[in-house]
Every structure is written in C-alpha cells, then in structure tokens.
C-alpha cells in the first residue's frame, strides 16, 4: 500500500516561496491524477491543484499563477512549488490521489506572515 510523506513547509513572509514535496513509498505511475490539498484550522480540506499522469494540470482559480504542480514519476514524488505567498494560504498540505484513495499522511505546515 502506498504510503504518502509530504515536506517542505515552513514559516515564511507574505510574498515569499516555498516547494512542497510529497514522497511516496510506492509507485504512483499507475495514479492517473495526483493533487495537493491543504486545510486551514476550522475549516475543511480542499483542493489546491491536480496533475495527471502526462503532466496536466488544474488550479483552483484563484491559485492560478502563484501555484504550480508538477510531478516526477520516476521518482515517485510530487511537488508544489508556491510563490506569492499570503497569509491565507496558512494550511497544512496534503497529498494523495484524485479522488482520495491513500492514507492520507501527515501533511506539512504552511505559515504565512503579514
């Protein structure tokens, strides 16, 4: 079973960049679409971005152009490289599959400060 680890977060100002790794244990070649997800507290999980298997990609609108996600087949990894950052991008991120059928891993913190 294929198990997800996610780093990369961290504490940075507003306007800064952070890149989002997430490591899987197993294959993800045969996972047609990965995503990036990311909670803020109280509030529920959401999408941030998808990634086919050729590389195709989709953005939450208002994400589009600050956000990009990519992924490495041959290494198993997904990444998501931010840029622009703002204080409501504060989330802990996630990755897994789309729709959600892994565990879903520990996430790493984003904090963004004004």
């Known amino acids: 079973q294929v198990q997800l680890v996610e780093s990369g977060g961290g504490l940075v100002q507003s306007g800064g960049s952070l890149k989002l790794s997430c490591a899987a244990s197993?294959?993800?070649?045969?996972?047609?679409?990965m995503g990036w997800y990311r909670r803020a507290l109280g509030k529920q999980r959401e999408l941030v971005a998808l990634?086919?298997?050729?590389?195709?990609?989709h953005y939450v609108a208002n994400l589009k152009g600050r956000f990009t996600i990519s992924r490495d087949n041959a290494k198993n990894t997904v990444y998501l490289q931010m840029n622009s950052l703002k204080p409501e991008d504060t989330a802990v991120y996630y990755c897994n599959a789309d729709p959600p059928a892994i565990g879903w891993g520990q996430g790493t913190q984003v904090t963004v400060s004004s």
């Open positions: 990634i086919t298997r050729d590389g195709g990609t």
């Open positions: 197993g294959s993800i070649f045969s996972i047609a679409v």
